[in-house]
């Protein structure tokens, strides 16, 4: 009997190799066909297949769809079970791009639909189809929906078929778990095992003799994980070896291409290279366009969009980011989804759209919260899975070791608990964590929620908290003014209360805001006449339209004795801030009209109040939030600065007063704000009337000359469109400097066409021109190219210094300022483009010549400075070796295009990096800057910094 059952056993073992090796060479068509081509049908189902296939590979996958459903109902009709397999595989894997549930039912149906035609474990491994196939895109779907536990039995699935050599289909597993550890979170498990794809790659080729495609995508791929885990050096390595790659079409495909292209733009992006990330995303979005996938389009607007922010190209940015927001809701894609809210919160808090980047705050925080989540339960469920199969495999041993020892029964049985044990601590710790992290978002979120009242609490206890100080400031300025007389210090008194006055007006707008929003504002209701105070608004305006070259005028078409009942103190608000506004935003000789005018409505009395200029106008997007609080336009071109408070208070204060207000604008056509207010009009007995009164101010001469106290100091130009501190500068400069004053960029540039200027202070906030257009316009003219300029300004962000040193500005000095410092830093200046001067006057005389391209010699040697900063013993020579130059040839082209010799632009970086140090804090000492920088001594690293920036170090700190 033992011999009849191994005989027996031999015959079915050999009878199951002659099928497979039969199959084997059936199946397919030509190949591994396991149906007859001559079957009716057979020939036109295929063909259906082919067209799939086609449309496939030009991403065309609505087609796709289209003709494998033709296809699979033709195969249905006529029992072709292997072809309607295959089809429900095309028509799954173009699904994917479109509607992921709906793939992943076709494919369990191209499944079932192998199974029942005879093949439920077929792989072909050339042609990348069947059960292999399925299997894998089941694993990176599943994945995508969090279902990592189903993920990872689709990879149980695969492993269990797949043979050693079939390189393409456990290069293709190993892919799918790549994409599902990145969906978890995992991005080093991710980066692992995209790593042991590309290592099967080669052996595919070989085995196959066909060109292994899509390596650009795991290439790239791999530089995205690098990415998001900071390590940007490993990305920029995958990445250009993607971008090497893509460029053979043999190699590369469409979607791979489009993908390089973004993760190329976002490392760039990473990298500051604004200019070729933007080409990069540009392609991306491209074809992400044509192809209509909204996944990639929100992650690739969402890298335009930031790109566009860098470049404060704000329209742009906007648009681009509530693209990236629809595509990433269309998606489903949480991944894109908080990519596109991160730029679309950015892009608002840039433009002052708090409300909308508040709301994409809240938004941000739920994708984050359920992404985690997701991520949570997917590392949850894998390792609850690989512990699964750890415990059948330690069953099966215990099993086995239960026939040889009973003492390994009850070590297994210990080695087991001991792991459930750490599965449940590990449970309980993941749970513990997930409701401390909810409870954590719940509790920021409330706090968010709260922010915006808070922020208004916040206005309003601290502009109480001012007005004490502010008093005690005020008070006794008065009290100086009234008992000093007309002295030396009478001017600095007066522009220092007047400067007061300023702040405690803006002070009380934001506790009447504050009192505003807490329903705490009342009115307070005087009868006045009309006329007189209007008369008396509009006069106070007087000096300020004839500084800035203004024409005002007021058209007053009421009875002069009309009396009316008003908080008068409200209303000059109102009237105050629109009339400002109007003169500020007016250019030179324009003009600004207050029209005053009664409307006769169903018999109730109402009065309207125009102010209209002829300046820039408003865009139509501004016009619809220029009333909302803090938000400040975007439409102009120049920097105008302003609160964002102005135009809020006037909304609100006249919607206290039952009245409303409008605006009408179109670009470059100038603006009407209309004030309407229902008002009880009564006339005076003792005056008559007066139908229409015009009040004119004409703008006057008012062009400053230079102080030339004493004819052989250096003469600066002083451009601030402030009157006080342009004042206030000439007063402090004028004992060492001949001072000119420009109120704007354009002026300045019509002083220079006139004089010549050792320096220029100019701020950047300015009417017209700003500083960075003044500064842009200047470099452009060869005759002031080398002209020392100095930023005097309260734009103290880091951004601004980086424009302005970009654009040709020389030092930046932020307000407040010390005075001793500013003088310190024109002195600098002056002495060295007098030292330029005479030195380039000396190489003229000896008719020598300079070589080309000097000021990138330049540029390279204060490279190479900077990288030497630390080092004490770096010094002239070592420079002049590191360059290629001699030290004579080094001090010549340095002269030329600084005014300094080598070894004082040394000290010059220096001493720039040390105060720049300083004054942000990143050092807790002194001495800890002065080694950062290269001073060994401290008494002389004390001397120098006061003789070039007129403080101590310690000062600044």
Not at 815 to 838: G, M, T, Y
């Amino acid at each position: 009997m033992p011999d009849m059952r191994f005989l027996f056993t031999l015959i079915l073992t050999f009878s199951c190799i002659a099928l497979d090796a039969l199959d084997a060479v059936n199946f397919h068509w030509g190949q591994h066909n396991i149906e007859d081509q001559n079957t009716p049908y057979y020939q036109e189902v295929k063909a259906y297949y082919d067209r799939c296939y086609e449309y496939y590979l030009a991403e065309q996958h609505d087609r796709v769809v289209m003709h494998a459903d033709m296809g699979i109902a033709l195969a249905r009709q006529h029992d072709l079970k292997f072809l309607e397999a295959l089809l429900l595989e095309e028509k799954a894997l173009s699904l994917e791009f479109l509607d992921i549930d709906k793939s992943i039912e076709v494919y369990l149906e191209a499944l079932e639909a192998y199974k029942n035609a005879g093949r439920g474990d077929w792989i072909d491994e050339v042609k990348f189809e069947g059960v292999g196939n399925a299997h894998t895109i089941l694993i990176r779907m599943y994945a995508r929906r969090g279902e990592m536990a189903k993920a990872m039995q689709h990879y149980d699935s695969i492993e269990r078929i797949v043979q050693e050599d079939q390189y393409y289909t456990r290069k293709a597993m190993f892919e799918s778990m790549a994409f599902a550890q990145a969906f978890a979170g995992d991005y080093r498990e991710a980066i692992g095992y995209f790593k042991r794809s590309i290592a099967l790659s080669a052996k595919a080729e070989k085995a196959s003799g066909e060109i292994v495609r899509g390596l650009e995508e795991n290439y790239a791929l791999i530089g995205s994980y690098f990415l998001k885990l900071n390590q940007l050096d490993s990305a920029v390595h995958y990445i250009q070896s993607a971008q090497n790659i893509s460029k053979d079409a043999q190699r590369s495909r469409i979607r791979g291409r489009a993908m390089v292209s973004r993760i190329a733009g976002d490392v760039h992006l990473a990298l500051n290279e604004i200019d070729v990330a933007q080409g990069l995303l540009k392609e991306a979005y491209s074809e992400y366009h044509r192809m209509n996938d909204p996944a990639e389009l929100a992650r690739t607007a969402a890298g335009l969009a930031t790109c566009y922010l860098k470049q404060n190209e704000y329209e742009l940015a906007t648009e681009m980011a509530a693209e990236a927001y629809e595509s990433g809701i269309k998606s489903s894609d949480l991944e894109a989804l908080q990519q596109s809210l991160t730029s679309l919160k950015n892009v608002y808090l840039a433009v002052n759209r708090r409300t909308e980047a508040f709301d994409a705050m809240i938004s941000l925080m739920d994708v984050n919260q359920e992404l985690q989540s997701r991520q949570n339960n997917m590392l949850s469920e894998a390792f609850a899975k690989k512990f699964e199969s750890s415990e059948k495999q330690n069953e099966i041993d215990i099993q086995k070791i239960q026939i040889s020892q009973q003492k390994t029964i009850i070590w297994s049985a210990s080695l087991i608990a001991l792991l459930l044990m750490f599965l449940a601590f590990f449970i309980y710790r993941t749970a513990r964590h997930r409701k401390l992290a909810n409870k954590f978002l719940e509790k920021q979120r409330d706090q968010l929620r709260e922010l915006d009242q808070a922020k208004s609490r916040f206005f309003a206890n601290i502009s109480h908290e001012l007005k004490t100080p502010l008093t005690l400031l005020l008070a006794p300025l008065e009290n100086a003014i009234e008992k000093g007389g007309r002295n030396n210090v009478h001017k600095d008194l007066e522009l220092a209360h007047r400067s007061g006055q300023k702040i405690l007006e803006l002070v009380n707008e934001i506790m009447d805001l504050s009192k505003l929003e807490n329903g705490q504002l009342t009115l307070n209701i005087t009868t006045v006449n009309l006329y007189r105070l209007l008369n008396r608004i509009v006069g106070a305006f007087h000096s300020f339209s004839v500084i800035k070259k203004v024409h005002l005028k007021m058209e007053y078409n009421l009875p002069k004795n009309a009396k009316v009942e008003i908080d008068a103190n409200k209303f000059e608000k109102i009237i105050n801030n629109l009339i400002s506004n109007a003169i500020k935003f007016t250019p030179v000789n324009g003009e600004v009209n207050i029209i005053v005018a009664q409307l006769e409505d169903d018999g109730d009395q109402t009065v309207i109040f125009k102010i209209k200029d002829s300046g820039e106008g408003i865009s139509a997007t501004d016009q619809h939030k220029i009333f909302e609080r803090y938000h400040q336009g975007q439409n102009g071109v120049s920097i105008q600065g302003g609160t964002g408070i102005g135009l809020a208070l006037v909304s609100e204060l006249t919607r206290l007063m039952n009245g409303n207000v409008s605006v009408e604008s179109e670009p470059g056509e100038g603006s009407t704000f209309s004030i309407q207010l229902p008002l009880h009009i009564t006339l005076e007995e003792d005056e008559g009337e007066h139908d229409r009164e015009v009040l004119i101010a004409r703008p006057e001469d008012t062009s400053y000359t230079s102080r030339k106290l004493n004819d052989h100091l250096p003469n600066i130009l002083i451009i601030e469109d402030n009157l006080e501190m342009s004042d206030f500068l000439s007063d402090i400069l004028s004992p060492l400097y001949q001072c000119t004053v420009a109120f704007n960029g354009q002026e300045g540039l019509s002083m220079m066409a006139k004089d010549q200027f050792d320096c220029i202070t100019c701020d950047i906030m300015m009417p017209e021109m700003d500083g960075f257009q003044f500064i842009e316009s200047l470099r452009k003219k060869e005759l002031h190219q080398r002209t020392p300029v100095l930023m005097l300004t309260a734009r103290s962000l880091e951004e601004d210094k980086i424009k302005g040193f970009a654009l040709g500005v020389d030092d930046y000095v932020t307000k407040p300022f010390v005075k001793s410092e500013l003088i310190a830093r024109l002195n600098a200046l002056i002495a060295n483009k007098k030292s330029r001067e005479a030195w380039m006057a000396t190489e003229n005389a000896q008719g020598e010549k300079i070589e080309t391209a000097e000021e990138t010699q330049l540029k390279r040697a204060e490279s190479i400075i900077i990288q030497h900063l630390g080092d004490e013993s770096f010094k002239v020579d070592e420079l002049a070796r590191l360059m290629n130059y001699s030290q004579r040839q080094l001090t010549r082209i340095i002269r030329k295009l600084s005014g300094l010799s080598p070894n004082n632009l040394i000290r010059e970086i220096r001493l720039q990096k040390a105060y720049k140090l300083i004054s942000s804090r990143q050092f807790a000492t002194i001495a800890e800057v002065r080694h950062e920088v290269g001073f060994q001594n401290a008494s002389y690293f004390s001397k120098v910094f006061k003789q070039r920036f007129g403080v101590l170090p310690g000062e600044v700190m």
